[in-house]
């Protein structure tokens, strides 16, 4: 059983069968062989499509479901790309075409002396930007993710981060009982920038209530809005959007401070963390297909307030 499991969606045959296609595969031939491997993650995945097409009812109000079940084919297929790419990048090619929006706000971070959370969400690949953002900052950036559900898939993805580490980005993994928000607390103490994703909750992640838009809540992790408490520095929002064939896009954003008034913490936690959902949810409006979420995230107010 322990040798069928390497061949389930969260199994590390798949991402060594995509390490050797890159490194095989015609560029010419690509396209093909993910047209085909998403058609078929796509018809097999079936949890997580009908929760991407779930999401997709409230990015895109008054959509028809099985028009979001194709549309759900657009996300698998960007982050077969993603992942594609990424394949790439580990091999050392240079193949990635970088565009910034929101260069103004990135300076601001870039000129700061002190540390800072930088805040982003799962679209794009932060595998992929670790050589731009380690050419980009002159201060390490300290990537926290969460663990692969497969040990062998983790053990996998660790060996190739490891290897192809550059020297100002640094890998953090989210993992029961390794004290890790200590650690990046000192990171930030000494000048470093934590990236964390902020859109999705797993594990044991503390998770914080916000509204997304009206009508409609979601949960984002407390850990972010909490760092930047303790550690007194503002949360920049970084998302990365792929633009087409080998191109990606940085789009920065201003600068969130979480203000403690009086004593209420948990009060100013929560105001940043609104103004978080209130910065991500146009850019997941937008770039829908690009947004890897593959649990259902959203609750609607109305019909949760009716239960006995």
């Known amino acids: 059983m322990s040798f069928l499991r390497?061949?389930?969606?969260?199994?590390?045959?798949?991402?060594?069968?995509?390490?050797?296609?890159?490194?095989?595969?015609?560029?010419?031939?690509?396209?093909?062989?993910?047209?085909?491997?998403?058609?078929l993650f796509w018809m097999v995945c079936g949890k997580a499509r009908n929760a991407v097409a779930t999401n997709l009812r409230t990015l895109i109000p008054r959509s028809w479901g099985?028009?979001?079940?194709?549309r759900a084919y657009r996300v698998f297929w960007n982050f077969a790309w993603?992942?594609?790419?990424?394949?790439?990048?580990?091999?050392?090619?240079?193949?990635?075409?970088?565009?910034?929006?929101?260069?103004?706000c990135l300076e601001v971070l870039e000129e700061k002396t002190g540390g800072a959370v930088l805040l982003t969400a799962h679209m794009g690949?932060?595998?992929?930007?670790?050589?731009?953002?380690?050419?980009?900052?002159?201060?390490?950036?300290?990537?926290?993710?969460?663990?692969?559900?497969?040990?062998?898939?983790?053990?996998?993805?660790?060996?190739?981060?490891?290897?192809?580490?550059?020297?100002?980005?640094v890998v953090h993994y989210n993992e029961p009982g390794n004290m890790l928000g200590i650690e990046l607390a000192g990171a930030i103490a000494e000048g470093g920038v934590v990236a964390i994703q902020g859109d999705r909750i797993l594990f044991d992640v503390s998770p914080m209530?916000?509204?997304?838009?009206?009508?409609?809540?979601?949960?984002?992790?407390?850990?972010?809005?909490?760092?930047?408490?303790v550690s007194k520095v503002e949360i920049h929002p970084v998302f990365i959007i792929r633009m087409g064939?080998?191109?990606?896009?940085?789009?920065?954003?201003?600068?969130?401070?979480?203000?403690?008034?009086?004593?209420?913490?948990?009060?100013?936690?929560?105001?940043?963390?609104?103004?978080?959902?209130?910065?991500?949810?146009?850019?997941?409006?937008?770039?829908?297909?690009?947004?890897?979420?593959?649990?259902?995230?959203?609750e609607n107010v109305k019909k949760r307030e009716v239960k006995p």
């Open 245 to 298: 064939y080998r191109r990606y896009r940085v789009m920065a954003k201003e600068a969130i401070g979480v203000k403690v008034v009086g004593r209420d913490k948990q009060g100013a936690m929560r105001v940043a963390a609104q103004a978080w959902s209130e910065t991500i949810r146009p850019v997941m409006e937008k770039h829908w297909m690009q947004w890897f979420v593959f649990e259902p995230v959203f």
């Open 209 to 229: 209530k916000v509204g997304f838009k009206e009508g409609v809540e979601w949960q984002v992790p407390q850990g972010p809005f909490l760092l930047a408490l």
């Open 125 to 169: 690949n932060y595998d992929v930007a670790a050589p731009m953002f380690a050419h980009y900052f002159r201060r390490t950036v300290h990537m926290v993710r969460a663990p692969e559900r497969d040990q062998k898939s983790q053990n996998f993805q660790s060996e190739h981060r490891l290897k192809s580490r550059q020297g100002q980005f």
């Open 66 to 70: 099985w028009v979001n079940q194709l």
């Open 6 to 39: 390497r061949f389930s969606v969260y199994g590390d045959f798949w991402l060594r069968y995509l390490e050797w296609g890159a490194r095989v595969c015609p560029w010419f031939i690509e396209p093909v062989f993910m047209f085909v491997f998403t058609g």
């Open 82 to 104: 993603t992942m594609t790419d990424l394949s790439h990048v580990r091999r050392g090619e240079d193949v990635i075409v970088w565009e910034i929006v929101g260069k103004e």
